[in-house]
Antibody, heavy 118, light 110 residues
Framework: EVQLVESGGGLVQPGGSLRLSCAAS????????MSWVRQAPGKGLEWVANIKEAGGEKYYVDSVRGRFTISRDNAKNSLHLQMDSLRAEDTAVYYCARTPGRGGSDYWGQGTLVTVSS | QSALTQPASVSGSPGKSITISCTGTSSDVGGYNFVSWYQQHPGKAPKLIIH???NRPSGVSSRLSGSKSGNTASLTISGLQAEDEADYYCSSYTSSTTFVFGTGTKVTVL
């Protein structure tokens, strides 16, 4: 059974940093691209970042490029999102999702809440 | 990277059909057959229901179907049931090698 479990969310002050993790199991992690998607409270989904299978190709939404870094450890079946220079507008539930290709993300975690507030 | 445009809400009676539109540009929806649809119930994670414009993942009801014409993709739910009441989001791959989601549609079963 495919499982994705996010962790690392919490309350952080504006300008601060946070590192999210996603533990994957039930599939060959190194064979799949992975994504982070966020959802602000009461709002819609927003794609944040994507990383290819080997980790060499990474893509970001404009609003986080230069502040967020997506990475993966295929030996540990884990996905990460390093978030720096956090802003109030980054407050959201962050989901990790398995993204086999360009056609969609087929498995999602339950999400971890990030709150940026003083 | 502007969000794809969806109607804010769509409603229908049990047993009827509804269609949700998802309008983008030639740089996303119109340029690729990489449109996906997600269903999200309150407090839950999104669930993939359509990928690559028309394909249903295993286990997804055949009452759900996807299509595309030009820059607009559509999701049709036929034989509407109470369990279909949820938020629905489209998504597309883009020419910037990124992804973009739609604004979301709340489906209400009357």
């Amino acid at each position: 059974e495919v499982q994705l479990v996010e962790s690392g969310g919490g309350l952080v002050q504006p300008g601060g940093s946070l590192r999210l993790s996603c533990a994957a199991s039930g599939f060959t992690f190194s064979s799949y691209g992975m994504s982070w998607v966020r959802q602000a409270p009461g709002k819609g989904l927003e794609w944040v970042a994507n990383i290819k299978e080997a980790g060499g190709e990474k893509y970001y939404v404009d609003s986080v490029r230069g502040r967020f870094t997506i990475s993966r450890d295929n030996a540990k079946n884990s996905l990460h999102l390093q978030m720096d220079s956090l802003r109030a507008e980054d407050t959201a539930v962050y989901y990790c999702a398995r993204t086999p290709g360009r056609g969609g993300s087929d498995y999602w975690g339950q999400g971890t809440l990030v709150t940026v507030s003083s | 990277q502007s969000a794809l445009t969806q109607p804010a809400s769509v409603s229908g009676s049990p047993g009827k059909s509804i269609t949700i539109s998802c309008t983008g540009t030639s740089s996303d929806v119109g340029g690729y057959n990489f449109v996906s649809w997600y269903q999200q119930h309150p407090g839950k994670a999104p669930k993939l229901i359509i990928h690559d414009v028309i394909n249903r993942p295993s286990g997804v009801s055949s009452r759900l179907s996807g299509s595309k014409s030009g820059n607009t993709a559509s999701l049709t739910i036929s034989g509407l049931q109470a369990e279909d009441e949820a938020d629905y989001y489209c998504s597309s791959y883009t020419s910037s090698t990124t992804f973009v989601f739609g604004t979301g549609t709340k489906v209400t079963v009357l």
